[in-house]
């Protein structure tokens, strides 16, 4: 299921998951810094103060962040991604592999909120992460277009001139990830809409990586049962980058 793009639910979400947590800290006989209550507690109190600067009018919120804290919003933003990161890590350490997926998803509607309300993403891996991990256990079409919407926002939110500055020759590069995940979770919606927007954001920004793509694309749609309109796109898509570029 996806989780809502609610700050009230990520502050229920993390209060269901930190009682495990911190059990199981106080039960591990391994050193594992830090302890988990530094890290919920620093997320709590960054859930009071972006909710207090959300009180007012959406247009007053950056001007909000700035006057309880000195900070701007995407500076706020990345920390909270880092005490999620953080947590996700000390859970997976304590061998609570399940809450550590969890807290990791939480990156996504953190993000999301803080990005509707005029935050920019700086570092983009977490929530990358987050949203990758997520489309591997949705099934439902109309599931994975929604998730599909949230992963446009992100893309908006990192910035083409941001983004492009990520581009190296480094293949995990979370921008490279981003627009490839997207590509795919388009291509499980089974809209065509969105599988074209998408496809052309992958041969416009990842020329490179458009052949392998498609070429895998097109025998995940034929191996599968997908309806002949999303089968039409993959393979028009397909006879472009694959099969026309080896005439030339």
């Known amino acids: 299921m996806l989780p809502p793009i609610d700050i009230s639910y990520i502050a229920d979400r993390l209060n269901d998951l930190s009682d495990e947590i911190q059990r199981a800290f106080e039960d591990s006989t391994d050193r594992v810094e830090p302890a988990p209550h530094v890290l919920l507690d620093g997320l709590a109190r960054l859930i009071d103060i972006i909710r207090g600067a959300d009180a007012g009018s959406p247009g007053d919120f950056a001007e909000h962040l700035r006057a309880a804290t000195g900070s701007d919003p995407e500076v706020l933003l990345e920390h909270g991604l880092g005490l999620l990161t953080q947590l996700a890590g000390l859970a997976e350490q304590l061998h609570l592999t399940h809450h550590a997926r969890g807290v990791e998803q939480l990156c996504l509607p953190l993000t999301c909120w803080m990005l509707r309300r005029g935050s920019e993403l700086k570092h983009p891996e977490p929530v990358v992460n987050a949203a990758a991990h997520l489309a591997n256990h949705l099934r439902a079409p109309s599931q994975l277009a929604e ?24 293949p995990e590069r979370p921008w490279r990830i981003l627009l490839l995940n997207r590509a795919i979770v388009a291509t499980r919606s089974h809209q065509p809409l969105l599988m074209e927007e998408s496809f052309q ?48």
Request: include cysteine; charge should be negative.
């Open 147 to 170: 998730l599909y919407g949230l992963l446009t926002e992100v893309m908006k939110g990192i910035g083409i001139e941001r983004a492009l500055e990520l581009e190296s020759s480094n």
């Open 201 to 248: 954001s992958v041969v416009e920004h990842l020329r490179e990586d458009a052949p392998d793509f498609f070429r895998e694309g097109m025998g995940q749609v034929e191996a599968l049962d997908y309806p002949p309109q999303a089968r039409e796109v993959m393979r028009r898509y397909f006879e472009i980058w694959c099969v026309g570029q080896k005439l030339h």
